[in-house]
Nanobody, 117 residues
Framework: QVQLVESGGGLVQPGGSLRLSCAASGATFSINVMGWHRQAPGKERELVASITTERGTTNYADSVKGRFTISRDSTRNTYYLQMNSLKPEDTAVYFC??????????WGKGTLVTVSS
């Protein structure tokens, strides 16, 4: 089992920045890919960014490329999503996800990001 706890959400003005954190615990050795997903009101959950645990290969949704950066601190089993140049359409609940080598997905409870003036 893997436990995930997100933090760092909040209210920010358009053009501002936020950094989300995801602390992983438990069977972290079983994680293949870490990712951030988001779900806006009335919309489906979508992948924002992901990073592989072995090589650190990253992947981003087109809508956030050049603005968001996913990174990791392997020594602390913590993953980050740096969000810059935020737009109102980035408003959503952001979820941390861990996909294990056996295909099992683990989810955090989510953290709300609101971009508004």
């Amino acid at each position: 089992q893997v436990q995930l706890v997100e933090s760092g959400g909040g209210l920010v003005q358009p053009g501002g920045s936020l950094r989300l954190s995801c602390a992983a615990s438990g069977a972290t050795f079983s994680i293949n890919v870490m990712g951030w997903h988001r779900q806006a009101p009335g919309k489906e959950r979508e992948l924002v960014a992901s990073i592989t645990t072995e090589r650190g290969t990253t992947n981003y949704a087109d809508s956030v490329k050049g603005r968001f950066t996913i990174s990791r601190d392997s020594t602390r089993n913590t993953y980050y999503l740096q969000m810059n140049s935020l737009k109102p359409e980035d408003t959503a609940v952001y979820f941390c996800n861990a996909r294990a080598y056996d295909g099992v997905n683990y989810w955090g409870k989510g953290t709300l990001v609101t971009v508004s003036s």
